[in-house]
């Protein structure tokens, strides 16, 4: 193997330990502060150690992978990610070891929103700005921490998403 390919591997490894040792130290309070309605920027504000929003933003975005609040794909063609934990085990002479445990979230039954945030940022993000300029600050706040990425998803439809969705609706019509 050439050392990039070396370098490559190592800073794979590097990623995935990084990921791994931040989900243990913060995963579990920025997962609670998402379930109880906080948007990205109020979490990193919520936590007692430094972590940049788009971590968060990031972390906030699988929580709701796996949870099924936000679909890659339409609600009848795919499923919700799997939540992957690892539980230890011990083997002959008390080696403990660890091993992989793939849980199948419950997806919430009801209605989903297409939404197109990231794909419209993308194209014109100065636009796409002003457009959210019509939500409440708090709305807004939710739309801009999570990274959406380019192509359509879809959103549980809560009272929250319904709340953006209705008033980007109504901007639409009027203009």
């Known amino acids: 193997m050439t050392d990039g390919g070396i370098f490559l591997g190592n800073q794979y490894f590097n990623q995935a330990l990084s990921d791994f040792v931040n989900d243990a130290a913060y995963g579990g309070a920025i997962r609670h ?59 002959k002479n008390g080696i403990p070891h660890f091993r992989r445990v793939l849980e199948q979230p419950s997806r919430p039954q009801g209605k989903y929103y297409p939404c197109d945030f990231g794909k419209r940022r993308h194209q014109d993000e100065k ?18 921490g999570l990274p959406w990425p380019p192509q359509t998803v879809y959103h549980i439809a809560d009272e929250r998403m319904g709340r953006i969705m209705g008033t980007l609706t109504c901007l639409k019509k009027t203009v």
């Open 33 to 91: 502060l998402a379930s109880l309605g906080h948007t990205v920027g109020q979490i990193v504000k919520e936590l007692d150690f430094p972590i940049s929003e788009e971590r968060a933003g990031a972390a906030v975005w699988r929580y709701y992978l796996e949870q099924g609040i936000i679909l890659l794909e339409e609600p009848d063609q795919g499923k919700a990610i799997p939540k992957v934990s690892y539980v230890r085990e011990y083997g």
């Open 127 to 144: 636009a796409f700005l002003q457009e959210l300029g019509c939500l409440q600050e708090r709305d807004r706040a939710y739309i801009l």
